[in-house]
């Protein structure tokens, strides 16, 4: 059958018919309020979308699969040896040296002080076979210093290696506050850098551009799109003006984005840094050359209740990172927000990535997402917006002006505070969490707990080297064997740069914190805070609020007390006070609360209950229920949080 009569016995529908059908369904409801979403940026979602036509392929420098990548991050050079090797033999080919003064180490990371404390850490590891990234915050120069020293002792050029150094002051200084001293001051050693680097005949990239403490810190896509560009365009410029050629600069960078839980906005953000590097290298008079582009799944989405789903966001970011063109994915372990994980936990990890790879060949197909309307469209939009944030941030001077000033701060801060209202109110939900959660959930394992400081405390900057230390004289000192801590200069140097630092949190933070409160009552009394779910009417009429109550208490750590109804009220009521609640939530149909809510909040606040709930808007019920007794009315859109917060200060008052 060809096309032409597929097409008169099925004729293609178009987009009028489509909202046609959809405009009966809704019955007068606004199309737009009911059907289309919007992000953080305000860019509209659209239900549907047609074929993009004659849309741009974005390619990579190198076609085929990602990179997968494992973090060395456990503290002791041997044991993280041993981590190492078993990811490696796992199907794991690349690796992120982090180190425990990186924020992105969150409590852990490599602690090495010496080439020979590095050597350990990577004892086996034949360094010409395998990639290597550095992930050491701000004292980023000082420990390439000692990873160069150590390919140097090993006899290998450095030109075999594909390393990326991970130089990034400007990220490191957004994440804790601090530049070792001015920018000026800063970008001419990254100039010299890149020099005795050259000089070396070193091949990789040597800076990043990081959008890590920007996502952390709460930043939308677009936030974080135009921090990413503002800082490799801050790079490009310090590199030209001290002598090195822009073709040369831009090779020395790399970037990395972080893949969320949410696929379309991941797909859309990867692609769209691809086509706005290459806006800025037109803008530079380049022709557009492929960047290098990692990917790390996000820990601002990771939550420590129920960490199996971990799993799943872990799984939807790689996928999604994947098929948005990155060349290198790491995918954090999903106990990391419990603690440093074991082995079991980073072979999942590894394992996630090589069965989207080798099962599912995601690694097959370049830029799959190309020509989707609904990907397209997403694309542009970020572009547009993206560009736009971006030229706010040069406006104000570049990136390091608009983080000295608090602008760029101010901006994220604004989009984290909606961020947390959604949270709040589940607009955002988190299975495991603040939706579907489980308070019998058992312990995972870690190697060791999460530090009780790891989230607010940061490795202090390097201080600053004295002006005639070179890197080349920083790899020469550590091939001697000098200690990374002597690396910085025992005379005072330039004053360091301070800034507002970005905060890094978890989204899931705040409903964890009522699970902590409820369970450290329960370790003090035996018993878990408790409400009773009045159920009226029958099974049928109860169900749906029932269970929405269920998830709503039980997301704060207080246990609710089912049933399938009862006979009278005189039976509610016995069994509620033998229940050994100290609240209760009435739960059933509009219907029955009509003929029934008033009476049964009357019984229950006259048997002793403290705090009285109804399941559900209350509508004209609204003042009658609040004199029977009812003091808060749960339903989907209210301050779950704030609710849940005033119960838990009154049970385990």
Same mark, same amino acid.
């Given at each position: 059958?060809?096309?032409?009569?597929?097409?008169?016995? &099925?004729?293609?529908?178009?987009?009028?018919?489509?909202?046609? /059908?959809?405009?009966? %369904?809704?019955?007068?409801?606004?199309?737009?309020?009911?059907?289309? $979403?919007?992000?953080?940026?305000? /860019?509209?979602?659209?239900?549907?979308?047609?074929?993009?036509?004659?849309?741009?392929?974005?390619?990579? !420098?190198?076609?085929?699969?990602?990179?997968?990548?494992?973090?060395?991050?456990?503290?002791?050079?041997?044991?993280?040896?041993?981590?190492?090797? =078993?990811?490696?033999?796992?199907?794991?080919?690349?690796?992120?040296?982090?180190?425990?003064?990186?924020?992105?180490?969150?409590? &852990?990371?490599?602690?090495?002080?010496?080439?020979?404390?590095?050597?350990?850490?990577?004892?086996?590891?034949?360094?010409?076979?395998?990639?290597?990234?550095?992930?050491?915050?701000?004292?980023?120069?000082?420990?390439?210093?000692?990873?160069?020293?150590?390919?140097?002792?090993?006899?290998?050029?450095?030109?075999?290696?594909?390393?990326?150094?991970?130089?990034?002051?400007?990220?490191?200084?957004?994440?804790?506050?601090?530049?070792?001293?001015?920018?000026? %001051?800063?970008?001419?050693?990254?100039?010299?850098?890149?020099?005795?680097?050259?000089?070396?005949?070193?091949?990789?990239?040597?800076?990043?551009?990081?959008? @890590?403490?920007?996502?952390?810190? $709460?930043?939308?896509?677009?936030?974080?799109?135009?921090?990413?560009?503002?800082?490799?365009?801050?790079?490009?410029?310090?590199?030209?003006?001290?002598?090195?050629?822009?073709?040369?600069?831009?090779?020395?960078?790399?970037?990395?984005?972080?893949?969320?839980?949410?696929?379309?906005?991941?797909?859309?953000?990867?692609?769209?840094?691809?086509?706005?590097?290459?806006?800025?290298?037109?803008?530079?008079?380049?022709?557009?050359?492929?960047?290098?582009?990692?990917?790390?799944?996000?820990?601002?989405?990771?939550?420590?209740?129920?960490?199996?789903?971990?799993?799943? @966001?872990?799984?939807?970011?790689?996928?999604?990172?994947?098929?948005?063109?990155?060349?290198?994915?790491?995918?954090?372990?999903?106990?990391?927000?419990?603690?440093?994980?074991?082995?079991?936990? @980073?072979?999942?990890?590894?394992?996630?990535?090589?069965?989207?790879?080798?099962?599912?060949?995601?690694?097959?197909?370049?830029?799959?997402?190309?020509?989707?309307?609904?990907?397209?469209?997403?694309?542009?939009?970020?572009?547009?917006?993206?560009?736009?944030?971006?030229?706010?941030?040069?406006?104000?001077?570049?990136?390091?002006?608009?983080?000295?000033?608090?602008?760029?701060?101010?901006?994220?801060?604004?989009?984290?505070?909606? @961020?947390?209202? +959604?949270?709040?109110?589940?607009?955002?939900?988190?299975?495991?969490?603040?939706?579907?959660?489980?308070?019998?959930?058992?312990?995972?394992? %870690?190697?060791?707990?999460?530090?009780?400081?790891?989230?607010?405390?940061?490795?202090?900057?390097?201080?600053?080297?004295?002006?005639?230390?070179?890197? +080349?004289?920083?790899?020469?000192?550590?091939?001697?064997?000098?200690?990374?801590?002597?690396?910085?200069?025992? +005379?005072? $140097?330039?004053?360091?740069?301070?800034?507002?630092?970005?905060?890094?949190?978890?989204?899931?933070?705040?409903?964890?914190?009522?699970?902590?409160?409820?369970?450290?009552?329960? !370790?003090?009394?035996?018993?878990?805070?408790?409400?009773?779910?009045?159920?009226? $009417?029958?099974? !049928?009429?109860?169900?749906?609020?029932?269970?929405?109550?269920?998830?709503?208490?039980?997301?704060?750590?207080?246990?609710?007390?089912?049933?399938?109804?009862?006979?009278?009220?005189?039976?509610?009521?016995?069994?509620?006070? !033998?229940?050994?609640?100290? &609240?209760?939530?009435?739960?059933?149909?509009?219907?029955?609360?009509?003929?029934?809510?008033?009476?049964?909040?009357?019984?229950?606040?006259?048997?002793?209950?403290?705090?009285?709930?109804?399941?559900?808007?209350?509508?004209?019920?609204?003042?009658?229920?609040?004199?029977?007794?009812?003091?808060?009315?749960?339903?989907?859109?209210?301050?779950?949080?704030?609710?849940?917060?005033?119960?838990?200060?009154? =049970?385990?008052?």
């Amino acid at each position: 059958m060809d096309d032409l009569t597929l097409a008169s016995e &099925f004729p293609t529908a178009t987009r009028e018919q489509w909202r046609g /059908l959809i405009e009966g %369904v809704l019955k007068g409801s606004d199309f737009d309020r009911k059907l289309v $979403g919007r992000t953080y940026d305000g /860019l509209e979602i659209q239900p549907l979308y047609p074929k993009a036509e004659k849309a741009p392929r974005l390619s990579r !420098a190198q076609a085929g699969p990602w990179r997968v990548v494992q973090r060395i991050d456990h503290p002791e050079p041997s044991t993280a040896n041993e981590l190492a090797l =078993a990811d490696l033999e796992g199907g794991a080919d690349a690796l992120v040296l982090t180190l425990n003064k990186a924020p992105s180490a969150h409590g &852990f990371g490599l602690r090495v002080d010496t080439v020979e404390d590095l050597d350990r850490a990577l004892s086996g590891i034949m360094l010409d076979m395998v990639h290597l990234r550095l992930d050491a915050g701000g004292h980023g120069r000082q420990t390439a210093a000692l990873l160069l020293a150590l390919i140097e002792r090993r006899e290998h050029k450095l030109s075999d290696i594909f390393l990326d150094l991970g130089l990034d002051p400007i990220g490191a200084m957004a994440a804790t506050g601090k530049l070792s001293a001015s920018w000026d %001051v800063v970008g001419v050693r990254c100039v010299q850098t890149l020099g005795d680097l050259e000089k070396k005949g070193f091949t990789g990239r040597a800076f990043l551009a990081d959008a @890590r403490p920007y996502h952390e810190a $709460g930043a939308s896509e677009a936030q974080e799109l135009a921090a990413v560009l503002a800082t490799g365009l801050a790079y490009l410029r310090a590199l030209e003006a001290g002598g090195h050629s822009l073709d040369a600069a831009r090779r020395s960078l790399a970037f990395l984005l972080v893949a969320d839980v949410d696929e379309f906005l991941t797909v859309a953000k990867f692609r769209a840094l691809r086509r706005l590097w290459a806006r800025v290298e037109e803008a530079c008079g380049l022709v557009p050359s492929p960047i290098h582009l990692h990917a790390e799944t996000a820990w601002r989405m990771m939550t420590r209740r129920d960490p199996w789903v971990n799993m799943l @966001r872990g799984t939807i970011a790689a996928f999604s990172a994947g098929i948005g063109g990155v060349d290198a994915v790491t995918v954090l372990p999903f106990t990391a927000a419990l603690g440093l994980p074991d082995a079991f936990a @980073r072979r999942i990890a590894r394992n996630t990535q090589l069965i989207l790879l080798d099962e599912s060949n995601l690694g097959r197909v370049a830029d799959p997402a190309a020509g989707a309307g609904g990907f397209e469209a997403l694309t542009d939009a970020l572009c547009d917006k993206a560009w736009t944030l971006f030229q706010e941030i040069e406006r104000e001077g570049g990136i390091v002006a608009s983080l000295t000033k608090g602008a760029l701060q101010r901006r994220i801060g604004e989009t984290r505070s909606a @961020r947390e209202k +959604a949270v709040a109110t589940r607009k955002d939900p988190i299975t495991g969490t603040s939706e579907y959660p489980n308070l019998h959930e058992a312990d995972v394992a %870690v190697l060791m707990p999460m530090p009780s400081d790891a989230k607010t405390t940061h490795a202090p900057i390097a201080k600053a080297v004295q002006p005639e230390s070179s890197f +080349a004289s920083l790899v020469q000192a550590s091939s001697e064997g000098a200690p990374l801590s002597s690396l910085t200069a025992s +005379a005072p $140097g330039p004053t360091p740069l301070s800034v507002e630092p970005l905060p890094s949190h978890r989204v899931a933070e705040t409903f964890e914190r009522l699970r902590d409160m409820a369970d450290a009552f329960f !370790a003090r009394s035996g018993t878990r805070p408790k409400v009773f779910l009045a159920n009226l $009417g029958p099974v !049928a009429a109860f169900t749906a609020r029932a269970t929405f109550a269920k998830n709503f208490f039980e997301a704060g750590g207080i246990e609710a007390i089912g049933n399938d109804g009862f006979s009278s009220l005189d039976d509610l009521i016995a069994t509620a006070r !033998a229940s050994g609640a100290k &609240f209760a939530c009435l739960c059933s149909s509009d219907e029955i609360y009509q003929s029934h809510a008033v009476d049964a909040a009357r019984a229950l606040s006259k048997a002793g209950f403290s705090g009285l709930y109804l399941s559900g808007r209350p509508g004209e019920l609204k003042d009658d229920l609040a004199k029977a007794g009812v003091t808060e009315f749960i339903f989907v859109g209210c301050d779950s949080l704030a609710i849940l917060e005033k119960s838990l200060a009154m =049970a385990t008052a």
